[in-house]
């Protein structure tokens, strides 16, 4: 999933008294309510409170079309398409989980961020409950993203080694990440409807990040197939039987006038890393393999 390990598990013997009063952002200490207002002041929110908000699944299609960059990661941070998925960011979003109690939650869809003109894209399921939710920024504050960002960092993609919330100085360099879900689901499982709604997001973000991308990294299975999916409606040829995934599976997908690579990973989930499936050495081999097919400069 896309940064949804199994720690992240939000149960109701964890769960502190309800409570709408404002708290401290760990890093800048403003102060915000849970979840995030548009516009409040977050770290990296470009949304405002004009920006447009879809409540259904035409919406998100309708507002996704045509939009820039900057208007999919502000128009997806507020998207309220899927009831279920809305209640549950934002029941998170209040409850919290006892360990984060004293800080403010997100609460909102966590949009695709990073360079603007990625060679290389990851891309996950959906953000963790107590990670991205809670942060705002997608693979940040939970085990998943301790070992993503380390990994990226080792290779030299990213310029510090941990990621811990938005606005900790965190940068990437030719490497843009997203979810193909942007609301963290219950019990980490988003329904096909969910799924298809929220396409139109990534969909977007994929056809304006195109004419640079040379690689793409799917974390997980459900992610290498979105990853299909999204490039395939982008233009991108997919073969036919379309590849099975697998870690460090790689297919090359034709667009013209290059290619443009695939590479399967394993999730660096808790069950994946603590089980030795997923080692730090895979996970560095398998971005040094993406470094080089994107070939930086």
Not at 31 to 55: E, H, I, L, M, N
Not at 257 to 275: A, C
Not at 287 to 294: D, G
Request: charged share 20%; aromatic share 6%; net charge negative.
């Amino acid at each position: 999933m896309g940064a949804v390990p199994v720690e992240d598990t939000n149960t109701s013997a964890d769960r502190p008294d309800p409570s709408a009063e404002p708290l401290p952002h760990p890093v800048t200490g403003a102060v915000f309510p849970s979840p995030v207002p548009a516009g409040a002041g977050w770290p990296d929110d470009v949304a405002d409170a004009d920006t447009p908000v879809a409540t259904g699944p035409d919406e998100v299609a309708e507002l996704a079309t045509q939009s820039s960059l900057t208007e999919v990661t502000a128009r997806s941070s507020v998207c309220r398409a899927c009831p279920r998925l809305v209640t549950w960011r934002e029941d998170v979003a209040v409850t919290k989980r006892r360990s984060f109690a004293e800080q403010p939650y997100w609460g909102r869809p966590t949009p695709g961020w990073g360079d603007a003109e990625p060679r290389v894209l990851v891309i996950g399921l959906a953000p963790a409950a107590n990670g991205g939710n809670r942060t705002g920024r997608i693979f940040t504050g939970d085990r998943s993203g301790d070992w993503l960002f380390a990994a990226l960092h080792r290779v030299g993609l990213a310029n510090q080694p941990t990621s811990e919330h938005a606005g900790d100085g965190l940068r990437l360099a030719g490497v843009r990440i997203a979810a193909a879900v942007r609301c963290a689901p219950p019990d980490n499982k988003p329904s096909p409807a969910e799924r298809d709604a929220c396409s139109h997001w990534i969909d977007r973000e994929v056809a304006l990040v195109l004419p640079s991308l040379r690689a793409v990294v799917a974390l997980g299975s459900f992610a290498w197939t979105a990853a299909l999916a999204t490039l395939s409606r982008a233009g991108v040829e997919v073969p036919r039987p379309r590849p099975k995934f697998g870690h460090g599976a790689e297919a090359q997908l034709e667009y013209s006038p290059r290619s443009i690579t695939l590479i399967g990973s394993y999730h660096p989930s808790q069950q994946n890393t603590f089980t030795g499936k997923l080692t730090e050495g895979m996970l560095e081999k398998l971005f040094e393999r993406a470094k080089s097919l994107a070939e930086f400069e």
